[in-house]
């Protein structure tokens, strides 16, 4: 009888546990899918049941076993040829399979356009929006009418929920396109410090006193900038690419037209480049823009240099002036690598604490916990 009234109670709080929910596309090798994981984990020290949902099965990380993972396989919807019909069969579906299998979520994180897209289509409270980019570049904003439609669409996405935007530079960009269409706020991406020193010592790089960049090889990268830059200083040190890509084969015909064959390394994707960030002498970044540079925060944990462009949005709220540079300079950028390459340590820059997952996650329920916020939501 008494064991029986314990095992009932440890059910009791079990159940009685908060719930949130992080929905995203997938969990291949991108810095929004690397948040979500991480996030979990800040929600699952704060006491809280956490489920993350994809809805495409390819992963590419290692998954944490405390958290709970779903996958919603829509490939039997692609005959629906409106997309804006077929997200709002997949929003029926998604709320029909919380509502079955993990129950009523306190909190619902929705990550990048097609989730977005999908929830704002769903029936389901407490949902917000996490915006990991700089809208108006992504989406390359103009006056064309192909513009100012993606834009009115965007704006009856976002306007269905509060939005979190992972940096300050992100949200006054929302803000600036969209208008005040929702309550936001900027609350960084976590970063998970002890996990990120643990994978740094996994194992030594072959390669010595070298640059590393890592990023994915798209049009906001810039590589194409950073190899220009690259190849007017000395090379006295070479420098590794990790990442893939659309735009893999267009840089590595670069490299080739800049005689780089020797000095740059392509060593593609990697599930974990710590041990590449926490060798390097320095890392660099010379994006046109960035959601909240994730990569900075990693090797400022490892006690890596960096120097990045000054870019919208996350830089310059991560490192000092000094490390910065502008844009698209291909002159100012060689400048910038030659400094750093004969002294690395003066582009060394601290750690900020306050972006421990839980810190953030507790921010985060402080957002959703707003009286105005919840009556929105």
Known sequence: MINSVIRTRKKEVKNNKKKVLLVINCLQGGGAERVVLTLGQGFYDLGY?????????????????????????????????????????????????????????????????????ILS????PNIFYVIHNTVSLLYKFDNTNAADTLKSKMINIYSQHPCICVSKGAEKDFVESFGNITPTIAIHNPVDRDYIQKLGDVFTPEYQDYIVHVGSFKEAKRHDVLLKAYARTDQSMPLLLLGKGKLKDEIEQLVVELNLEEK???????????????????????????????VIAEALV??????????????????????????????????????????????????DGSLLPITIAKKYIAFASDSKIKEYS
């Open 302 to 351: 490892l006690g890596t240099p960096v120097i990045s462009t000054d870019c919208p949005s996350g830089p310059s709220e991560l490192l000092p002036d000094n490390n910065l540079m502008p844009m698209s300079d291909v002159d100012a950028i060689s400048e910038k690598l030659s400094l750093a390459m004969k002294n690395p340590e003066q582009f060394f820059s601290e750690f």
């Open 49 to 117: 049941e956490v489920h993350i949902l994809r809805f495409k099965p390819r992963v590419d990380y290692e998954l944490n076993p405390k958290l709970n993972y779903h996958f919603i396989d829509f490939k039997r919807y692609k005959l629906i040829p409106k997309l804006e019909r077929r997200d709002k069969v997949f929003a029926f579906v998604v709320d029909r399979y919380i509502s079955k299998n993990i129950g009523q979520p306190d909190m619902i994180l929705s990550n990048l356009d097609r989730a977005d897209s």
């Open 264 to 294: 740059v390394v392509f060593l593609g994707f990697q599930e974990n480049p710590f041990p590449y960030i926490k060798h390097a002498k320095f890392k660099v970044l010379t994006s046109d823009w960035e959601g909240f540079a994730l």
């Open 121 to 124: 289509n769903s029936k389901l």
